[in-house]
């Protein structure tokens, strides 16, 4: 019954967050790549910090609270990253892409259970914890260091091969 509680949360706040959340903050927030290079390091941190936090308390109505946080957070990084993809690739390209990216999605789906087992071997908590932690680090500093230029520089990019086609 808790699980089944958990995950409709999960999935709840998950659509929600997609739905109107992500909307409502790139709307104020993320008109520039800037504004949604800063919108992604701050959910990043928020992903990581939540994380954390989560496993520090046994309170089972904090931990909800937190993972609201964590979900939205998922759910405005997930928006930003597919508005933006579909915007940096051609668009004869963009059915492709999206199916490689689904495809990677679908492998870290695989891969993670099995390396968080692994990594709860060597400690039950600080294994999985620290494997989570680094992964966001790297994530707020790839955003942090190029996201913005990166995705910049590709829309002019295709913009332009795009504006050669038609001519």
């Not at 998922?74 to 930003?80: C, D, E, Q």
Request: aromatic fraction near 14%; glycine fraction near 14%.
């Amino acid at each position: 019954q808790d699980y089944g509680r958990y995950y409709a949360f999960i999935g709840f706040g998950f659509a929600m967050s997609q739905g109107f959340v992500a909307k409502f903050l790139l709307k104020r927030f993320g008109s520039t790549d800037l504004g949604r290079s800063r919108l992604l390091l701050v959910c990043a941190f928020v992903l990581g910090g939540g994380r954390f936090l989560a496993y520090q308390t046994e309170n089972i109505a904090f931990v909800y609270v937190l993972f609201g946080f964590i979900i939205t957070a998922l759910g405005v990084v997930n928006t930003i990253f597919t508005a933006d993809t579909s915007k940096i690739a051609d668009p004869s390209e963009l059915g492709g892409l999206f199916g490689i990216l689904g495809s990677v999605e679908s492998l870290a789906g695989i891969i993670g259970p099995i390396l968080g087992g692994s990594l709860a071997k060597i400690h039950p908590i600080r294994g999985p914890l620290s494997a989570v932690l680094i992964l966001y680090g790297m994530v707020f500093t790839m955003v942090y260091w190029g996201y913005e230029s990166i995705v910049g520089r590709a829309k002019l990019s295709v913009s332009s091969s795009h504006d050669k086609k038609e001519d």
